[in-house]
C-alpha cells in the first residue's frame, strides 16, 4: 500500500534541511517517521494529517511512547513530542493540511525533564588524566589537554583555526573559539602555557589544504583536519579519551564534556564569579551557569565541616569574652546579611518560575524589615 504521509515528510525535510543542520532534520526525520509508522499500524484507515484527531490518534501515540520496548527515556520521548508538534504546526501554517486548528499537543504531554548536575572529575583524576595527555603526547591527546586548560565543548575543538590565538603589545594572550553549540563566536583569555600548546599542536597539524566550513561559508585553515581536508569526527577525541582513562586505570566514566565541567567547576571554586564563568564557557543565560553551582557532596561535607568549627569559637567567645577578639579579617554579621540578600536576589532574578519569583521577594521584603530591627549588640 502506498504511503500517503511519505511525499510530505520528504517534502518538509528537504525545505528544513536548506535552514538547519543535518543533524536536525535528522531528529525531525526519525521523531515523524516513528509517528507514521505507529498511524500506518494502528489506523491503517488514516491517509490523511488533516484528519488527524487528539483523543483517537494523538493520546493513542503517547500512550504508545510511554509504553515502548525497550523503554525510552523521558529526553527522548520529549524530543520526539517536540519534533511531531513542529512538524504538524508547520505544515499546517504553511497550508499543506487543512489540520484542526485546534491544539493537537498540550504542555502537559512532554514528560518532566531531568535536572543533570555537572560531573567535574575529582582533583586528584583531574590532575592524573591531564599529565597521561601531556606524557602521551599525541596530537588529539594534547587536543584534549587543550579543552581541558580553556573549557572547550568537543565540537569547538574539532573547529579551531590556525590562527586562534591573539597575543596584545602587554603579552596577553586570547583564544578565539569559532561557531559552536549555540552559533556564536567568543574570545577567551588563556595563560602562556596554552598559547605554547596551540603552537605545538599547529606545528604538529603543518602543512595542508584549507577546509570549506558550511557554517560560516568560507575556506577555514582548521587545526584539526583529516587527511581528505575535513573537520575531525569529535569521536576520535572521545576514543583517545576512554583510551588513555583505560590505560590509567581511572574508574569514572571520562568523556570531554567532562573535562569542560571540571574547568567551569575549578574556577569557581577558586572565586571567579559567576558572570565571568558565563562569558568564558560562551552561555548566553546565567541559568545554563547556575548548573555549576549545586555543590557535590565533597563540598558540602566540608563547608559543614567549617561551619561547625566556626560556631565553636564563636560559642568560646561568647563564653570568654576577654578571648572573643575580633579578626578584622572576618566579615562581620551585617556585611554577611547583606551577601545573603545578594544571593537570594541573583537565584531570584534568574529564576525561570515567576512563582517562585516571587515568594523569593516577598522572602527578601521580610528579611529586610527584619533588619530595621538589628539589635545594637551586633554591630
Not at 212 to 241: E, M, Q
Request: proline share 7%.
Amino acid at each position: 500500500m502506498k504511503n500517503p504521509f511519505q511525499g510530505i515528510l520528504d517534502r518538509y525535510l528537504e525545505l528544513r534541511g536548506a535552514t538547519s543542520r543535518p543533524r536536525t532534520v535528522r531528529q525531525y526525520r526519525c521523531a515523524v517517521l516513528r509517528f507514521i509508522g505507529f498511524l500506518r499500524g494502528r489506523f491503517p484507515k488514516l491517509d490523511s494529517f488533516a484528519k488527524l484527531e487528539r483523543e483517537a490518534h494523538i493520546e493513542a501515540w503517547l500512550r504508545d511512547l510511554a509504553t515502548a520496548w525497550p523503554p525510552l527515556t523521558s529526553d527522548n520521548r520529549g524530543r520526539y513530542i517536540s519534533n511531531v508538534r513542529r512538524f504538524l504546526d508547520d505544515i499546517r501554517e504553511w497550508g499543506w493540511c487543512e489540520i484542526s486548528p485546534t491544539e493537537l499537543f498540550r504542555r502537559g504531554d512532554f514528560p518532566p525533564p531531568k535536572h543533570h548536575l555537572p560531573k567535574p572529575l575529582p582533583a586528584d583524576t583531574d590532575a592524573a588524566l591531564m599529565e597521561g595527555l601531556r606524557t602521551e603526547g599525541s596530537f588529539l591527546s594534547l587536543g584534549l589537554l587543550l579543552a581541558r586548560r580553556a573549557g572547550l565543548r568537543v565540537g569547538e575543538l574539532c573547529r579551531l583555526e590556525m590562527s586562534c590565538v591573539t597575543e596584545t603589545p602587554d603579552g596577553r594572550c586570547s583564544l578565539r573559539v569559532p561557531l559552536g553549540k549555540l552559533r556564536s563566536e567568543r574570545e577567551i583569555p588563556i595563560d602562556g602555557d596554552t598559547a605554547e600548546l596551540v603552537r605545538t599542536l599547529r606545528q604538529l597539524r603543518g602543512e595542508r589544504p584549507r577546509t570549506w566550513d558550511p557554517d560560516s561559508c568560507r575556506w577555514v585553515d582548521a587545526i584539526f583536519t583529516t587527511r581528505r581536508n575535513g573537520f575531525r569526527n569529535p569521536t576520535c577525541f572521545h576514543r583517545k579519551l576512554k583510551i588513555i582513562a583505560r590505560a590509567l586505570q581511572i574508574p569514572h566514566n571520562v568523556h570531554p564534556h567532562r573535562l569542560r565541567h571540571t574547568y567551569a567547576t575549578e574556577l569557581l571554586r577558586n572565586g571567579l564569579n559567576l558572570l565571568a564563568v558565563m562569558k568564558l564557557l560562551g552561555h548566553k543565560t546565567l541559568k545554563m551557569t547556575l548548573r555549576y553551582l549545586e555543590v557535590t557532596n565533597e563540598d558540602l561535607g566540608r563547608a559543614y565541616l567549617k561551619a561547625l568549627e566556626t560556631a565553636r569559637e564563636r560559642y568560646a567567645g561568647l563564653k570568654n569574652p576577654s578571648n572573643a577578639a575580633q579578626d578584622p579579617s572576618e566579615p562581620s554579621v551585617e556585611t554577611t546579611f547583606d551577601n545573603l540578600l545578594a544571593r537570594i536576589q541573583t537565584i531570584r532574578f534568574d529564576h525561570p518560575d515567576p512563582k517562585a519569583r516571587l515568594r523569593l521577594q516577598r522572602f527578601v521584603e521580610r528579611l529586610r524589615r527584619a533588619r530595621q530591627d538589628w539589635p545594637d549588640v551586633l554591630g
